[in-house]
Nanobody
Framework: VQLQASGGGLVQAGGSLRLSCVAS????????LAWYRQAPGKQRELVAV???????YYADSVKGRFTISRDNAKNTAYLQMNSMKPEDTAVYYC?????????WGQGTLVTVSS
């Protein structure tokens, strides 16, 4: 299993970014794909999940602002982040659980300036 996250950067408050996570070496379409984030000095937290069946989950802090999606033909998941806030600043990781083992992308840094 390999996950490659990208798309982070610096954005002003109120702006948008789209993160991508390219998956390889497993049957991407059959498994959920999640985005987590970890802000400096804080624990890693779940942001959103795209389940294989099409349902999604969002943390309350991002609901209505972030959208998770997946393109199974491209083995890629996305996190569209709109109306961003300084508190969204964190390293974002994509994650999948494959046969009871967690796999993580390398993380991509998102910085939101006020």
């Amino acid at each position: 299993v390999q996950l490659q996250a990208s798309g982070g950067g610096l954005v002003q408050a109120g702006g948008s970014l789209r993160l991508s996570c390219v998956a390889s070496r497993y049957a991407f379409s059959r498994y959920s794909l999640a985005w987590y984030r970890q802000a400096p000095g804080k624990q890693r937290e779940l942001v959103a999940v795209a389940h294989s069946g099409g349902t999604t989950y969002y943390a309350d802090s991002v609901k209505g602002r972030f959208t998770i999606s997946r393109d199974n033909a491209k083995n890629t998941a996305y996190l569209q982040m709109n109306s961003m806030k300084p508190e969204d600043t964190a390293v974002y990781y994509c994650n999948t659980n494959f046969f009871d083992e967690d796999y993580w992308g390398q993380g991509t840094l998102v910085t939101v300036s006020s």
